[in-house]
């Protein structure tokens, strides 16, 4: 189950989406809350939980598991692959062990010719575990999966090979014995490092014990064998215990990195798509220059006297305008959906042409379409091709004119100069060009006729004999036409068909590899969904390999080298490692019930084959007990319910803090080593001197004493090293312990228990040598020196182990703070497109484009019908308007309209006019309008008060447009005037283009309140009588101006408003 908004927020194919969403994103927590309150489980949980300590115990963990199949799938993708990186130290763990045992044999005084067959053995397994160390380690040889199925059991095999050729070549009798050290180390990393399932590493532990236990019940003496059998079999299931304990808490670390790094990364691709998509849709309204200027400058204080204004100047462009002539008279027949609809299939074609053209876009006015060709990347063939797109929009008006059953056309023109091109205003930018020649281009349209392309002479100039032309007379049908002086042409024909005449012509592009002129706009919608989906077919195996490539880059040591020290492993920015520090600390350190497991093992194994004194008994009780309580304290808050609160509480302050944490530990260790050394004490005074002159008088009589003192005194005391072999392997299992500290225990633990061996264990050795050598004893190694050799040895090998380990704790969270910082830009550059894209579509409108896949189907379009439209225009600026060197061509002059459309924006973030919506600026006129916002209900059936009182913000904002101006006026010492006009009734809202969105409103509304303002009169705000009678009724006073004519409405009475009743109330606020 997913949370929608994730769903949604992925601009894939609804079935794609879904099904990759559904893996990689948690609920939400309503999600997962069933109806009686408690928390479901979703594909994130595990299976097999258990309530307190349970829940680590390793015969019920071993099962755990995502219980969702493609995560659990994924995850032991990602595991696997980790884990077989850890091969390498089973290599080296097996190395350490041939060294050991080849050192030996060289320094062993017995015969060579006994020992050359073993000695070459040795070698050759010292050599084989070098290669395959240097095989993994170094070449990094690519292997297939294939050969990794085999690989972990050629390990494990090539490892016990040697641990028994070594035992089967000695001749003591308890060779098996002292072989049990390294057989502890085996079966421990069986579990730690090879990359197997918990059952599999059950099943090779089980084998690797069994085997040493029969070997054991052979090799040894009837007289000590089932003791000594029952004590190694503690001691194995001792280590197995670690190493599935091990096991367990490494499998859950990685699946909380796992899922904590998969979830930044998940975040981090969901947000580059989204990006991505903002990135097209801002992409799709400005231009890539401009739209990077802007995304630079949010944020950034802006200094000097001016707002800071994007606009740049071309020469050299030819404009188009083009209007659907007739459109007024069937937007209202037609609902909204349809309305919108036929003007997608139209522009949707228009936007394929300029494509094909390359043209600029500008923006779409209503049912007026206009773009550029030259601008912003200068082309000398710019007017062929402006000819080139005219004419083709005048053929695709036919599909209009079949769909609607009505004489639509297109009246077309066009003009070449230089624009000043940018954008106005601090929201719902629209990119626009403004200059003296595009206001002729404009007249060049409305001068024209419906069916025809209408261009001035300067365009005609740039056409080179391409086009059959015959003259316009565009000075008999427009006064602005004819005051310019300009001659005008209207296109016949086509002399040099396209490409022919342009850049395209060495291209390969032709008529046809852009757009058929049948293709409707929902073909080409289905052509760019088709593409869609055959790209999102392997989205979520892209997803894999994205996040496989990102383990495989990250998973390697020298990448976490460039931030660590390559000794301590400790991160060289102190932040960094006090994150990873708190990072490691937890509340529940289930790991200390190691210590516990190990001293009742070792204290079983005592009773059995050590002297058993009430000494012995007294210090084993007190360690067990002392142990116990440590770890417990630590456990505790695992048992919140159960445990008194002081002590849960000391649990977690221990565990939460990095020094308190590691006291704690080191305390635990100490009081282990101590009960052994107590103990180790005891056992070599259990001797007494009487007893130690017997055996050094009885020596010759090797079985007689031996079996007369080995029934009283200490015989075994190779289980000390064994137990500290055990003890090492649960400092191991302390995942939230620093290696240096596991480095600095091992290594005391290592010198106390050589110590111990060579000279507190003297006698208790002395009689185990005469139980392994018997006469031989004088040319073999004492035993006290192989075993603290072993001891060494198991040291070494255990340091590598827990260095390895820390290293990839530590690479995870490197990486995971890599996919986080990522994820961090990527946010950031989102909430600078989002901020953008709410400054481009109304945010209600921008939402639904942010948030859902918009396809051709799915349209953006609403009718309302109760909505006020303002239109509000300075008609002095055009005289005020000059391009001249002393503006900079203009410039300066649109530096001030800037000024002024940003001020007009700046009140729209006011209280009182929280419901008023700008809808575009053009040139020098700015609209907006009210009742658009789905916030707010209106009710058809209330009050006009009710109904209409955003059209009375919407006044009051008109009449604050006002007042601002006047107090630029004053600071500019200038007089621009504003001529306003309102209306109100129901009009259609919608966007044109899922692809290219365009947000506009037509009907009669809009055309009206359009009429009323460039009617009227300046410093006035002119409305119609329905209109005037409504805003009455809110305390307005109107003085009656006349009828006027309106276009396609005839003549409407109108009115001025003349102010406001200050008494009446106000419905600014909400």
Known sequence: ???????????????????????????????????????????????????????????????????????????????????????????????????????????????????????????????????????????????????????????????????????????????????????????????????????SCIVLSLITSLTHIVLIAIDLPSSSLILQVIANSLLLVGAN????????????????????????????????????????????????????????????????????IYMSRHENVSILFADIVGFTAISSTYSAADLVQILNELFARFDKLAEKFHQLRIKILGDCYYCISGAPQERSDHAVLCVHMGLSMVDAIKYVREKTKSPVDMRVGIHTGAVLAGIFGQRQWQFDVYSKDVELANKMESGGKPGRVHISEKTFAYLRGEFEVEPGDGSSRDE????????????????????????????????????????????????????????????????????????????????????????????KQKQMEDEYNSQMANPVDEATASAPIVNLLGTLAHMLVLPRTVASYLTLCFGNILILVLSLISISPAFPKRIPQSVTQLGKNINESFVKRHLWIFLIVVILVLVNVLNMVLCESSYSDHQVLSINASAADVTTTVKRVSSELCANPQYFTSYSVLVLLAITVLLHVSYLMKLGLVAAITVLQTYANVVCLTVPFAVSDLTGFGPQMTSAISRKYSLSAMLGSIGLALLFINRHMEAATRLLFKWKKEVEEQKGQVDQVMHKTVTLVYNILPQHVANIFLKTNMRHDELYSQSYTEVGVLFASMPNFSDFYTEESVNNQGLECLRFLNEVISDFDALLKEERFFDIIKIKTTGATYMAASGLNDNVTLQGDGSIRERWAHLDRLTQFALALKDTLQKLNAESFNNFILRMGINHGPIIAGVIGARKPHYDMWGNTVNVASRMESTGKAGCIQVVEETANILKEFGYEFEQRGMVQVKGKGHLMTYYLIGRNQRSPSTSTK
């Open 1 to 199: 189950m997913t949370s929608n908004n994730d769903v949604e927020s992925l601009m894939l194919p609804n079935g794609v989406r879904t099904k990759i969403m559904a893996t990689l994103a948690p609920p939400p927590v309503s999600d997962r809350l069933d109806s009686s309150g408690n928390v479901r489980r979703s594909h994130m949980d595990l299976t097999g939980g258990r309530e307190g300590i349970l829940h680590y115990l390793p015969w019920w963990c071993f099962q755990k598991k995502f219980v969702h199949e493609d995560v659990e799938k994924l995850y032991q993708e990602y595991y696997h692959k980790q884990k077989q990186r850890d091969t390498v130290w089973v290599f080296v763990a097996a190395a350490i062990f041939t060294a050991y045992a080849l050192c030996l044999q060289c320094i062993s005084d017995l015969s060579l010719s006994d020992w050359t067959d073993k000695r070459i053995a040795l070698v050759l397994c010292c050599l084989v575990n070098v290669v395959a160390v240097l095989f993994f380690l170094f070449l990094e040889l690519k292997i297939s999966e294939a050969v990794w199925a085999i690989v972990p059991f050629v390990a494990w095999a090539m490892f016990y090979a040697q641990v028994f050729l070594d035992a089967v070549f000695d001749d003591r009798i308890t060779n098996w014995t002292d072989a049990l050290g390294w057989t502890l180390v085996l079966v421990y990393v069986i579990y730690v490092l090879l990359p197997l399932r918990m059952y």
């Open 241 to 308: 215990l670690m190493g599935a304990m091990s096991h367990v808490f490494t499998d859950k670390k990685h699946r909380k990195s796992y899922l904590e790094t998969r979830t930044a990364m998940r975040v981090k691709l969901e947000l580059e798509e989204r990006t991505r998509e903002q990135e097209r849709l801002l992409l799709s309204v400005l231009p890539e220059h401009v739209a990077e200027q802007i995304r630079n400058d949010i944020g950034e204080v802006v200094d000097g006297q001016f707002k800071k």
């Open 480 to 571: 602005t036409i004819k005051s310019s002086g300009l001659k005008t042409y209207f296109i016949v024909k086509i002399l040099k068909p396209y490409p022919n005449g342009t850049l395209d012509i060495g291209s390969g592009q032709n008529a046809d590899n852009v757009l058929e002129e049948t293709t409707t706009a929902e073909e080409i919608a289905t052509k760019e969904d088709t593409k869609m989906l055959e790209d999102a077919k392997h989205s979520e195996e892209n997803y894999r390999k994205r996040l496989f490539q990102e383990q495989e880059m990250r998973g390697k040591k020298r990448h976490l080298y460039q931030t660590c020290n390559p000794v301590t492993l400790r991160f």
